[in-house]
T-cell receptor, first 112, second 109 residues
Framework: DAGVIQSPRHEVTEMGQEVTLRCKPISGHNSLFWYRQTMMRGLELLIYFNNNVPIDDSGMPEDRFSAKMPNASFSTLKIQPSEPRDSAVYFC??????????FGPGTRLTVL | RKEVEQDPGPFNVPEGATVAFNCTYSNSASQSFFWYRQDCRKEPKLLMSVYSSGNEDGRFTAQLNRASQYISLLIRDSKLSDSATYLCVVNKAGNQFYFGTGTSLTVIP
């Protein structure tokens, strides 16, 4: 089992640029979660999907953030335009319904 | 009030010591509980679930006190490799999981 796969692992970009983060959940997991982690705020849930459908996006900071899950094996989190305060580690996680989350290795984003 | 609160530490303990972390939660309807471990610059990984009757996995013991709304993690005979951040997680219902901010542990030789 390859686990949750995220790409890229590191991203450095300039303010104003579009950033796209990618995630492949574990096969058979029907829930997918996007988290953001910073020293100040800890681990924050941004959005989650059940069976590819967005269920709760109340954690998405603002309209600059959007997430899609076109199929059961792929999801993207997009930030457009990016800002320095978006710098964080972004984790994707997946689970079976109600089960413990399995996290991917994260994408470390730096916005200059 | 936060859903889950943890003492951030840091806890610095010598090898072989016993250390305990507590975590409190605000919603009495919370249904399931977990401890995750996160190493520096890595992702959180499930350490153990916490069952009502308490449960043990080797040197690790987890307990739940529903009346006082807290969970605990006890680590016996600490190893250097136990150094990490320990995250308390509470599931209110369905996919409503709440993560604590973590407790940092450093085991010193």
């Amino acid at each position: 089992d390859a686990g949750v796969i995220q790409s890229p692992r590191h991203e450095v970009t300039e303010m104003g640029q579009e950033v796209t983060l990618r995630c492949k959940p574990i096969s058979g997991h029907n829930s997918l979660f996007w988290y953001r982690q910073t020293m100040m705020r800890g681990l924050e849930l941004l959005i989650y999907f059940n069976n590819n459908v967005p269920i709760d996006d109340s954690g998405m900071p603002e309209d600059r953030f959007s997430a899609k899950m076109p199929n059961a094996s792929f999801s993207t989190l997009k930030i457009q335009p990016s800002e320095p305060r978006d710098s964080a580690v972004y984790f994707c996680a997946s689970s079976v319904a109600g089960g413990g989350r399995v996290f991917g290795p994260g994408t470390r984003l730096t916005v200059l | 009030r936060k859903e889950v609160e943890q003492d951030p530490g840091p806890f610095n303990v010598p090898e072989g010591a016993t250390v305990a972390f507590n975590c409190t939660y605000s919603n009495s309807a919370s249904q399931s509980f977990f401890w995750y471990r996160q190493d520096c610059r890595k992702e959180p990984k499930l350490l153990m679930s916490v069952y009502s009757s308490g449960n043990e996995d080797g040197r690790f013991t987890a307990q739940l006190n529903r009346a006082s709304q807290y969970i605990s993690l006890l680590i016996r005979d600490s190893k250097l490799s136990d150094s990490a951040t320990y995250l308390c997680v509470v599931n209110k219902a369905g996919n409503q999981f709440y993560f604590g901010t973590g407790t940092s542990l450093t085991v010193i030789p």
